[in-house]
């Protein structure tokens, strides 16, 4: 009977607790679920199921860490996933750590992530991440960040994989309906693999979570997929990919500014 008790606790306080306790569950959460992933890439290749290790770890996070934080997302445009035959190049905006749980609920499978590098080097998610594929990039070495995605390039089509990657580079303003700048590795990706990008745009979510603030709730946030954007014709000239990045940045911000809550 004692051993039910952490098990009620948690589904008492699904919709309450502060935000210590919720980022707690979070990390918690997530935890688990990089040891499962260490399990799953040494496990799920033997089998020849290698396309499901990170689709596997990020549906098991989300419905796990969804579920007893009571927050749900709403998916729109799912169908250009669902029709996308072969790899792309998924990319999202970003605003917080809260991402991972979000973007977990529309992870398509056989894809990479992409990472900053640094994070290669921590503990078990490191670990993870690198038994899984991850590409890692230098983003402060631009002449070492083109090669590392001109090497993705190759394995996109060599390993039958797509690739998700967070093309502000890091956190945007979660104060603001708004994204950053994008930085050019996902386009020159794209363009030099010729495969679709599909842009991903998570609605803004401070009215659930603000690290800032220190709030964290519960609720619903809207999430919509856009058609895909062809890459068969765009040369990989410096100006091209500008243009490439503008154009899907431009559309992304027209939805974000769509499908977001209005800040008060």
Avoid at 120 to 149: C, H, Q, V
Avoid at 192 to 211: C, G, R
Avoid at 221 to 242: C, G, R
Wanted: hydrophobic share 40%; glycine share 6%; aromatic share 10%.
């Amino acid at each position: 009977m004692l051993s039910l008790l952490p098990i009620l606790f948690a589904l008492l306080m699904r919709k309450r607790g502060g935000f210590y306790y919720r980022s707690l569950v979070s990390t918690t959460c997530m935890g688990a679920m990089t040891v499962y992933g260490m399990v799953a890439s040494l496990t799920l290749p033997l089998i020849g199921k290698a396309g499901l290790v990170n689709w596997s770890v990020a549906r098991l996070y989300y419905h796990l860490c969804g579920f007893l934080l009571a927050i749900t997302t709403t998916i729109e445009g799912k169908e250009h996933l669902d029709r996308t035959k072969g790899p792309a190049v998924y990319v999202c905006n970003h605003q917080s750590s809260m991402d991972i749980l979000l973007m977990a609920s529309v992870f398509p499978k056989s894809t990479s992530v992409v990472a900053k590098k640094q994070i290669k080097y921590y503990p078990f998610l490191g670990w993870y991440m690198t038994l899984s594929n991850a590409i890692f990039l230098d983003r402060k070495n631009r002449d070492s960040a083109i090669k590392e995605a001109r090497q993705a390039a190759e394995d996109i089509h060599r390993k039958k994989t797509s690739v998700w990657l967070f093309p502000e580079g890091t956190r945007g303003r979660p104060l603001d309906i708004d994204m950053l700048p994008f930085k050019k590795g996902a386009f020159y990706m794209a363009v030099q693999a010729k495969v679709p990008i599909i842009p991903i745009v998570i609605s803004n979510y401070q009215n659930i979570y603000n690290s800032k603030t220190k709030r964290f709730g519960h609720g619903n946030v809207k999430i919509k997929v856009l058609p895909p954007v062809s890459t068969e014709h765009v040369q990989e000239d410096s100006a091209a990919i500008d243009q490439l990045a503008n154009k899907v940045r431009n559309q992304m911000l027209e939805v974000l500014r769509d499908i977001s809550p209005r800040l008060h």
